[in-house]
């Protein structure tokens, strides 16, 4: 089936040509039809199966006229939110590729920038907000922007706006929304706080699922090592040293964390930068576009930060924290075996990890193997195990508290 059956005008066809795409995922075909037919729709597929075209798409043919012209206004008409600053711009980039002939103009909206340029761009007149709730909240205070001609209301990433704690400005924004409008809602995963939103905001809508509830893409293979925190660098130092690796997302659990992974692949002469939430939005553009172009081998990534990446033929996604939500599980692993390409998954456990483990286990509905890596020993006597979790509890204030450290390993060791 290609994208020419789905109903969406030349215009449209035409943008999706010149990008490259001609044949529409599961969740584009089966959702598209709905959302231009006007229906309200609860998307729910895991990352990296084509929702955002699922609700671009249509959006663009709806605003546009059959010949491509758009009826421009000085309101927008259509309004996307979503969690974060490199999502809003990864969808916004999507508009304007797939929009090419539509004559639409869309504009992201985010912090970490100058709000005065937005205002400025608002001005002037949009048919397309993408936003990040917090940075539209200070334009509704500021009076900059006015959504009572908003027709398409999307929800995108639902999960993680619950998640990162912007529910309560979600819903300042939608009560500043028009109640006569059409309001998609894309999810990976669906929780019942998700749900108790979608009861309050939608009109009969309809639901797609896409594979299992909470489960990866089948594209994706996933491997879990055991392996200390004090020996995790090693380990990713010698798979990057032993595999063909074009190109590889770490995930650390903290900003901390990021920088001194990405210090420490470097000096093992490793081509390596990282993102996260400290960076400067240009930083944090700059580095994904150098990522992009293959610049450098590795991104280490904070999970915030890593919700707007979406860099074609990533090979490899490195948990190097074992995720303590399992949400985030599903999300990090799906940066890989995007648009039903290949790709794999390694999560290392530390002993103190291994109850997040679990919990992905619970959720998924599979237990893993403890997989073995060829060359490199990646579990530790219990004994030295015992004596790493003794030496990260007792803090380090000088000589005495080493040489406590050292007798305690020489016990255990005997």
Sequence with gaps: MSFSNVGLSDAVLQGLSASGYSRPTEIQRKAIPLVLAGKDLIGCAPTGTGKTAAFVLPILHRLGKPNGHALHGHFPRALILTPTRELAAQIEEAILSYGTHCDLKPISIYGGVDINRQIRSLRNGVDIVVATPGRLIDHLERRSIDLSRI???????????????????VR?????????????????????????????????????????????????SQKIYRISQFT????????????????????????????????????????TA??????????????????????????????????????KDISHVVNYDTPRFPEDYIHRIGRTGRAEKKGIALTFVARDEEKYLRRIELMIGKRFEISGY??????????????????????FFGRRTMSFSTRRFELQRA
Excluded: W
């Design 151 to 169: 027709e398409i209301l999307v929800l995108d990433e639902a999960d993680r706006m619950f998640d990162m704690g912007f529910i309560n400005a």
């Design 172 to 220: 300042k924004i939608i009560a500043r929304v028009p109640r006569e409008r059409q309001t998609l809602l894309f999810s990976a995963t669906m929780s019942p706080e998700v749900r108790s939103l979608v009861a309050n905001i939608q009109r009969t809508p309809f639901y797609i699922e896409i594979g299992e509830p909470f489960s990866p893409v089948t594209t994706v």
């Design 232 to 271: 995790k660098t090693n380990f990713l130092v010698h798979i990057l040293k032993n595999e063909a690796i074009e190109t590889m997302l770490v995930f650390s659990r903290t900003k901390h964390g990021a920088d001194k992974i990405a210090r420490q692949l470097e000096r093992s002469g490793i081509k």
């Design 274 to 311: 990282a993102i996260h939430s400290n960076r400067s939005q240009s930083q944090r553009q700059k580095t994904l576009e150098g990522f992009k172009r293959h610049s450098f081998k590795v991104l280490v990534a904070t999970d915030v930060a890593a919700r707007g990446i979406d860099v």
């Design 374 to 395: 060829p060359g490199f020993v990646c579990d530790e006597p219990p004994a030295a195990a015992a004596v790493t979790e003794r030496a990260e509890r007792v803090p």
